[in-house]
Antibody, heavy 120, light 111 residues
Framework: QVQLQESGPGLVQPSQTLSLTCTVS??????????WSWIRQHPEKGLEWIGY???????YYSPSLKSRVTISVDTSKTQFSLKLSSVTAADTAVYYC????????????WGRGALVTVSS | QSVLTQPPSVSGAPGQRVTISCTGS?????????VHWYQQVPGTAPKVVFF???NRPSGVSDRFSASKSGTSDSLAITGLQAEDEADYYC???????????FGGGTKLTVL
């Protein structure tokens, strides 16, 4: 059973960089052909996929956020991270990390979510 | 504006059957990509309740089912119970955006 847990600052100042880490247990990020994603949910709104890092280390980002997003994996292969630069209040959301087995697949494991508020 | 379109809300009395529609296009549902459905209780992460063509995770009631027609998919919940009250989201893959896409969500109210 894969378990995911987000961590990071809950408050970020406008124009700064939002940084979150997802700790993975029960599996290794480098094993299998899985995709490790970040998804966010604005307050009282729907879900928005941000980007993924593949087990091989390759990444792909949502075109709408591509210029500001970086997803990376640490050398231990037990954590992957999200960096979102130049944030504004519109980036205030609950950020989830999630796991899926393929492009046509569903997200079968999710973290509990981390609320990040952008405010001065 | 979500790529997949869902009604904002549906409601039904206990014991009734409700359906939630998810309308896409030729680059996602119409292209043959599977539609998956999630249930989200406020304050918690989404939980998949139906995936691929005919699969429910262990522990999910068989009162949940889904069907596809053209560029749309529908989640049906029979024998509605109070515990079904939640937000429901559909999700698929879009080959023109090369991204996973979600519906805007539907709030199910059990009257």
């Amino acid at each position: 059973q894969v378990q995911l847990q987000e961590s990071g600052p809950g408050l970020v100042q406008p124009s700064q960089t939002l940084s979150l880490t997802c700790t993975v247990s029960g599996d290794s990020i480098s094993s299998g052909g899985y995709y490790w994603s970040w998804i966010r949910q604005h307050p009282e709104k729907g879900l928005e996929w941000i980007g993924y890092i593949y087990y091989s280390g390759s990444t792909y980002y949502s075109p709408s956020l591509k210029s500001r997003v970086t997803i990376s994996v640490d050398t231990s292969k037990t954590q992957f991270s999200l960096k979102l630069s130049s944030v504004t209040a519109a980036d205030t959301a609950v950020y989830y990390c999630a796991h899926t087995r393929g492009l046509g697949s569903h997200f079968d494991y999710w973290g509990r979510g981390a609320l990040v508020t952008v405010s001065s | 504006q979500s790529v997949l379109t869902q009604p904002p809300s549906v409601s039904g009395a206990p014991g009734q059957r409700v359906t939630i529609s998810c309308t896409g296009s030729s680059s996602n549902i119409g292209a043959g990509y599977d539609v998956h459905w999630y249930q989200q209780v406020p304050g918690t992460a989404p939980k998949v309740v139906f995936f691929v063509k005919d699969n429910r995770p262990s522990g999910v009631s068989d009162r949940f089912s889904a069907s596809k027609s053209g560029t749309s998919d529908s989640l049906a919940i029979t024998g509605l119970q109070a515990e079904d009250e939640a937000d429901y989201y559909c999700q698929s893959y879009d080959n023109s955006l090369s991204t996973w896409v979600f519906g805007g969500g539907t709030k199910l109210t059990v009257l």
